[in-house]
């Protein structure tokens, strides 16, 4: 559908940037802090660790009063678990409890609405070593953290966000160093769902809590949505498509949503001898919870074909979210000819995002928060401290365009968050993949003077929310 006019953005819209406590923060072990699995993994050779990141413990209110010169009306960030409870459970540590108190109020000085995801791949290093989410004990851990973050933030913080892209977590967990396999494991695909289940159990749960605690706050989850194109119009292809759908994206809405597996999924996991167990009261609280919202984070689609039965089975998982692969009888992932990439590999499609949102708003009639979405190249600060990064305004202008054609053909939304605020450490490639409107003067092993620097998409960011997303030119 083209539109002759677009309709404007919402008067109240979210516009933002997002962040990750473990990638942004620094002072890993720093005021009581405990490990989590991200402080103590093997780090992807020739990156950096994440013991400064981009320091933003030290330097939150330079970081704030940046995003408030852009003008950002929200901050979506994540609360690092063991800085409030260093073992997971237990002790609480009240300098954790400090920080995010200072945090928060900083960006309520500037207006700026705080968004704060509970879990983001920082599973506390000592619940790890008792099973992480393979033990069903996981999902009361989930709970009471979430419940002492409710008691002391629920009176300032409006938006919460459950676990950040718990599909990517089952699909890569390993990657991103947050999935543990126990050793012996006979049936690795049984182990990983049911792990995902206690997630689901533990983010229905923690839905119901917050409605009960804090009747005026919204809550959603946060899953990485990348609709799922058929390679060619072949019947064969479509239902291929329709299978990764299912497993990659609508098994995590559906019960986000509804509280019910979804029934293409629920059909592979019984072919597999890999359904979960549930214990009594597990169908019960997925049925309870009902999200105000759904957030969710967005890069690029996804292209399949048909795979054939006697296809070379493979894992359950896969690497990072834009690598092929295959599941015999299922589907298998190629590459979509009509788009771009990135330096780094990733297709850029943002039609696509209109296609993703479109879909998704269709399926469940729940506004839309966009918590990621976002660039990942390498920057260079020249001598008179400008980073150039004309790719990047490229990007987010066809990307918002989008959501406007989306919000043009009905799709309510609240916000668009992308990924990020300010550089950070990559999950993959560390320091050198830079997505920030702000520039941080540190390389991978050199933390130089870790000083700030506004990018020209940091002044085009401004310009855009300023005219709440109608002047889009460079």
């Known amino acids: 559908m083209k539109h002759k006019r677009l309709k404007p953005f919402p008067k109240d819209f979210l516009w933002g940037a997002s962040s990750s406590a473990y990638q942004v923060e620094g002072a890993s072990l720093e005021d009581g802090k405990g490990p989590s699995c991200q402080d103590v993994k093997e780090i992807p050779e020739g990156t950096s660790d994440l013991k400064v990141c981009a320091d933003q413990y030290h330097r939150y209110k330079e970081d704030i009063a940046l995003m408030a010169e852009m003008g950002f009306k929200s901050y ?52 790890d070593e008792r099973g992480s989410w393979g033990n069903p004990d996981s999902v009361q851990w989930f709970v009471d953290f979430a419940r002492i973050l409710y008691e002391n933030y629920g009176d300032r913080v409006k938006y919460w966000l459950t676990i950040n892209e718990q599909n990517v977590l089952t699909l890569s967990g390993p990657v991103i160093g947050t999935l543990h396999l126990p050793e012996n494991c006979t049936n690795v695909l049984k182990e990983i769902y049911q792990q995902n289940h206690h997630m689901l159990v533990a983010q229905a749960k923690a839905m119901v809590l917050c409605h009960e605690m804090l009747p005026n706050a919204k809550i959603g989850p946060a899953p990485n949505i990348s609709l799922v194109y058929p390679a060619t119009c072949k019947p064969e292809d479509v239902i291929a498509a329709q299978n990764f759908n299912a497993i990659r994206n609508w098994l995590y809405l559906d019960m986000a949503v509804y509280g019910i597996y979804n029934a293409i999924v629920w059909s592979w996991l019984e072919e597999n001898d890999a359904t979960p167990t549930f214990v009594p009261g597990d169908k019960e609280a997925m049925k309870n919870a009902h999200p105000d919202f759904i957030g969710f984070n967005y890069y690029n689609t996804a292209t399949v074909a048909a795979s054939d039965l006697d296809a070379a089975e493979e894992t359950a998982l896969m690497g990072d979210q834009q690598s092929g692969r295959e599941m015999a009888g299922i589907f298998k992932q190629v590459d979509n000819p009509n788009l771009p990439k990135t330096e780094f590999g990733w297709e850029i499609d943002p039609v696509g995002f209109r296609a993703t949102t479109r879909e998704m ?52 939304f609240l916000g668009y968050n992308p990924w990020s605020a300010i550089d950070l450490i990559s999950t993959h490639e560390g320091m050198v993949k830079r997505y920030g409107f702000i520039y941080v003067d540190r390389d991978e092993f050199d933390l130089k003077t870790l000083d700030r620097f506004r990018k020209d998409s940091f002044y085009w960011y401004k310009k855009v929310i300023a005219s709440n997303g109608e002047d889009l030119s460079e």
Not at 96 to 104: D, T
Not at 112 to 126: S, Y
């Open 76 to 127: 979506r960030f994540s609360i690092a678990w063991t800085r409030i409870l260093p073992k997971g459970t237990g002790e609480v540590n009240p300098k954790g409890i400090e920080y995010y108190n200072n945090l928060i109020n900083e960006c309520l000085k500037y207006g700026i609405e705080p968004i704060i995801t509970m879990f983001h791949f920082d599973m506390p290093a000592t619940l």
């Open 361 to 412: 708003y269709s399926r469940y009639h729940l506004p839309l928060l966009v918590t990621e979405n976002g660039l990942g190249a390498y920057d260079t600060l020249t001598e008179d401290g400008k980073v150039h990064d004309a790719y990047r305004i490229h990007y987010y202008q066809d990307h918002i365009r989008q959501i406007q054609e989306s919000i043009s053909d009905g799709t309510e």
